[in-house]
């Protein structure tokens, strides 16, 4: 009888291994919920420095301005502006304005040409400038010649929106003065701020500061281009 040949078995089916499946305890379901606690509490730390980095980096102008200012020997004020209105005459003034020169509220229908000046402005026409965006720089009659010739080096530097002139009332002192709105203003909004900052010598770093940061923001944009000198 002939001899079979054995036919070999067929591999095995590999396995993987098995896990044994323990049901989780009062002790596991803790450590999960201090897990989920500490990933919130990271989550929110990190939300809190990017909305510290977002706050300091939009918000934090004002108060690097004042600190320009005060280390410049200034004293800056910063009230809410008013609203405006041409109800006024070229030579008129106004109870209701809150800072002395004035930085905001009603004016004259015409502002002042831009430039630099031997002889007070009708400071009615410069609100209205500073309605446009300009920065003004006015002076008292006490100021010393070599600080007025300081001035006069400051505005021919950059003129653009910039109205240099005597203001009788300063005496000793120096004035800057802006009128301010957020960039979403609103005509006939109430949000803005204007800013004075007065001085007893000329500090270039503070004057440039107060400029550069304040200059063409008013509640009425003008065109930098038309705020040259020689023009209104």
């Not at 020997?73 to 008013?82: N, P, T």
């Not at 080096?153 to 240099?164: A, I, K, M, R, T």
């Amino acid at each position: 009888m002939a001899r079979k040949d054995r036919v070999p078995n067929p591999p095995k089916r590999p396995q993987a291994p098995q896990r044994r499946s323990t049901p989780s305890g009062p002790r596991d379901a803790e450590r999960q919920r201090r897990l989920l606690y500490i990933l919130a509490a990271t989550g929110l730390v990190a939300l809190a420095i990017v909305l510290g980095v977002v706050f300091f980096a939009g918000g934090g102008g004002d108060e690097d301005l004042a600190a320009t200012m005060q280390a410049g020997g200034c004293e800056l004020k910063s009230v809410q502006a008013l609203v405006g209105a041409h109800t006024l005459g070229p030579g008129e003034t106004s109870t209701d304005w809150n800072t002395d020169p004035p930085t905001s509220g009603a004016h004259n229908e015409i502002p002042a040409v831009y430039g630099e000046y031997d002889t007070p402005l009708r400071i009615a026409q410069v609100v209205h400038n500073l309605e446009h965006g300009a920065v003004f720089v006015l002076y008292g009659p006490q100021v010393p010649d070599a600080t007025v010739q300081q001035l006069r080096d400051f505005y021919n530097e950059d003129p653009s929106g910039v109205l240099l002139a005597p203001y009788p009332k300063l005496g000793d002192k120096i004035a800057l003065g802006a009128w301010t709105v957020p960039d979403d203003f609103e005509p006939g909004g109430t949000d803005g701020r204007s800013y004075l900052a007065t001085y007893t010598r000329f500090d270039e770093n503070a004057f440039e500061t107060f400029r550069d940061d304040l200059r063409f923001r008013g509640p009425e944009r003008f065109p930098p281009d038309s705020l040259q000198p020689g023009n209104t």
